[in-house]
């Protein structure tokens, strides 16, 4: 028997052999459910089932992607999320095994009522036929990709021309294409013939193309008999988004810290543009490669509306605002088709040349913008900097006293070298040689220890031992800007005691902002934060960053910091990865801290 499918329609005509001559009638097709073959199904005359169970929900917006929609089983409910953000939710078909959703442009989803799968389906009123589309007479032809009878031709509105060919199906058919009626939805086009070829233009704009999705109707000579059809869909092009990777472990600085600290959501200190329907202000990460490395992005283009497959014209160009410095996935400015972005998780950024030399004070960037080729765009950035590495040296002095028989060992001066130069402080473009030397204090640890309650006791003490003619707070003559000492100890000092007379949190090293000298005391991390990582702390307030979170002095004052630093988050550990934070495993820099460090170079 031959299957049939409710629908319901309104306002429609029908000739005398019942042929649909006006309106419209639409519906949707699963093509899982049973088919149809009694009279009563269409009706509901004597059935009990309830008539809106084959109802289908219509939304008033796209589906731009199948994970837009979430399936509660447990609540019977289906929640869809709009490209601007906003929820909206359906319930699950009772007493049926699917549930089908239809956006405005005519996209169907199935959701399994009983797993939650959701898988896109054509619906009735896109689905054509072979005899439909046997009997239509034409195709239409756009940038040489042809589309035939109830095809989707997609655009952005871009205001330019589609000069659309219309076409004979074949040669044979006997119809004069130059007689054809032309209509976008009601109104009636230009037919232009250019050497016996037919075209009609169509200004991609908001006035020409008012719905998402506009009908280009091709009629027979007395404009009655609709011949071919051609759906113009409009869509915005995506917002292209950069992270890092998953596997991300400083080999390179990449900051995106507007995304947590509202106190840098600026244009004070990060680069931005305006993208979207919403135009929403969009931050560019900053990244920083020495020369010869590649770094690994993440690329997030989850606004990105499949139905950009079907505009010829669509393609994003990644671009810098220099040439020949950086290569993008080995290609000097790298060019990506709709089908290309839809699989663009990751790009290569490699460092070619440096932007800047190691006499630089101040950093310069490159921008990598992403433009729309067509429209130029702007729909995603990252600044990008590389500069030759400035040289320092740090002097490590592993501490031992009169009564222990071992120097300390946290870290060796080689894995220190290496640290500072591969994980951490090369994300500043600066290169470290790092030498040492043992030295041994002439008096008993516990002597030594005694009465000292802060690091800055033992620094001083220290200090005094190793240098007794240079003053307490006299700079030490053959160290500056340029080469550092470091005193390495396995002190370990609680600064705090629990209620049963444990030792609470202990003291961590020290060392001045900006200017030589510094103490590494051995330390315990509730978070599991290495001694290196700590030691690499404590250079950054030598190149004169201060902490990020927010401090106060001993009376309970807020404690300013030096412009141009600014006090990013009040707590401790809201950072997440940065260097000059506490309770954190430490990753990366911001991009303040970059551009404001003492570049003095040996």
Request: negative net charge; glycine residues 6%; aromatic residues 10%.
């Amino acid at each position: 028997a031959d299957t049939k499918i409710a629908v319901e329609f309104t306002n429609i005509t029908i000739n005398t052999s019942y042929q649909l001559i006006k309106g419209v009638v639409e519906t949707s097709y699963n093509p899982q459910a049973p088919n149809i073959s009694d009279v009563e199904d269409l009706s509901g005359g004597n059935n009990n089932q309830n008539n809106n169970q084959n109802n289908t929900p219509i939304l008033n917006f796209p589906i731009t992607n199948v994970d837009a929609i979430q399936v509660n089983i447990s609540q019977g409910t289906i929640n869809i999320t709009a490209p601007n953000g906003q929820i909206t939710s359906v319930p699950l078909t009772p007493n049926q095994p699917t549930t089908l959703i239809t956006d405005n442009q005519g996209n169907g989803y199935e959701v399994n009522n009983t797993t939650g799968e959701v898988k896109p389906v054509n619906t009735i009123s896109e689905v054509v036929t072979a005899e439909e589309q046997a009997k239509a007479e034409f195709k239409f032809e756009y940038k040489g990709v042809e589309f035939l009878h109830k095809d989707k031709l997609a655009t952005m509105l871009h205001g330019k021309e589609l000069k659309i060919e219309i076409k004979k199906k074949n040669e044979q058919i006997k119809i004069n294409t130059g007689k054809a009626k032309i209509k976008l939805e009601d109104k009636e086009l230009n037919l232009i013939n250019e050497s016996g070829k037919f075209f009609v233009t169509i200004k991609a704009d908001a006035t020409t193309l008012k719905k998402e999705k506009s009908k280009l109707v091709v009629l027979d000579s007395i404009g009655k008999t609709e011949m071919a059809i051609l759906n113009i869909v409009t869509y915005t092009a995506p917002v292209v988004k950069f992270s890092k990777p998953d596997n991300y472990a400083g080999e390179f600085l990449f900051d995106d810290g507007f995304e947590r600290h509202t106190t840098l959501k600026s244009n004070a200190y990060y680069k931005s543009i305006v993208v979207g329907k919403k135009k929403e202000i969009y931050y560019a990460p900053v990244i920083g490669l020495n020369k010869g490395d590649i770094a690994t992005i993440k690329v997030d283009s989850n606004d990105f509306n499949d139905i950009a497959r079907k505009d010829p014209d669509f393609k994003l160009v990644f671009k810098p605002s220099i040439k020949n410095k950086i290569k993008m996935n080995k290609q000097l400015e790298l060019e990506v088709s709709a089908d290309d972005l839809k699989t663009l998780n990751l790009i290569l950024i490699e460092a070619l040349e440096y932007i800047n030399t190691s006499e630089t004070r101040m950093l310069d960037p490159i921008l990598i913008e992403v433009f729309v080729k067509e429209t130029n765009e702007n729909v995603g950035i990252i600044e990008y900097y590389c500069s030759e590495p400035i040289k320092k040296q740090i002097h490590l002095i592993y501490t031992k006293f009169k009564d222990d028989k071992t120097y300390p060992a946290p870290f060796t001066n080689f894995e220190l070298q290496n640290f500072l130069n591969k994980s951490s402080h090369n994300q500043l473009f600066i290169e470290y040689v790092v030498q040492s030397e043992n030295f041994e204090v002439n008096e008993e640890r516990m002597i030594f220890v005694n009465g000292k309650n802060s690091t800055n006791d033992f620094f001083y003490g220290l200090k005094r031992e190793k240098f007794p003619k240079v003053e307490k707070d006299s700079e030490v003559p053959e160290y500056d800007y340029k080469k550092d000492y470091y005193f390495v100890t396995d002190i370990e000092k609680a600064k705090t005691t629990n209620e049963d007379g444990s030792a609470g949190s202990y003291l961590g090293g020290a060392h001045w902002i900006g200017s030589n000298g510094g103490i590494h005391l051995k330390t315990k991390s509730p978070i599991g934060e290495t001694q290196i990582e700590l030691a690499a702390h404590e250079f950054g307030h030598w190149i004169g960053l201060p902490h990020t979170f927010e401090e106060k002095d001993n009376y309970g004052n807020v404690i300013k910091k030096t412009l141009p630093f600014i006090t990013i988050h009040n707590s401790q550990g809201e950072s997440k990865f940065n260097f000059m934070d506490y309770q954190v495993n430490r990753k990366t820099w911001f991009k303040i801290q970059l551009l404001n460090n003492e570049r003095t170079s040996n």
